[in-house]
């Protein structure tokens, strides 16, 4: 089991900055991808940025250039870094990890961190 636990969430204008933290604790050796999903109300849920253990990324269009995530392989954590925030990048940010052992895809999900960008 892995266990995912995201902080910075926040309310702020737009144009703003904002950075969203995940700490990994668990079976944590066997992790490809960490990545940070979102899901606005209404909304189904959408990748915005993932990084694989070999540190490629994969963005969103709708994020490329705004924002920026980071992974340490040592602390077991994922960052996202996101700038010029606009009112349509409200909503929850969950975490997401993904492990494969002996050929099978385990998938896991923090609690959810809310973003609010203010007009």
């Known amino acids: 089991q892995v266990q995912l636990v995201e902080s910075g969430g926040g309310l702020v204008q737009a144009g703003g900055s904002l950075r969203l933290s995940c700490a990994a604790s668990?079976?944590?050796?066997?992790?490809?991808?960490m990545g940070w999903y979102r899901q606005a109300p209404g909304k189904q849920r959408e990748l915005v940025a993932a990084?694989?253990?070999?540190?490629?990324?994969n963005y969103a269009d709708s994020v490329k250039g705004r924002f920026t995530i980071s992974r340490d392989n040592a602390k077991n954590t994922v960052d996202l870094q996101m700038n010029s925030l606009k009112p349509e990048d409200t909503a929850v940010y969950f975490c997401?990890?993904?492990?494969?052992?002996?050929?099978?895809?385990?998938?896991?999900w923090g609690q959810g961190t809310q973003v609010t960008v203010s007009s």
């Open positions: 997401n990890a993904i492990r494969v052992v002996a050929g099978t895809r385990y998938l896991y």
């Open positions: 990084v694989a253990t070999g540190e490629s990324t």
């Open positions: 668990g079976s944590i050796f066997s992790i490809n991808v």
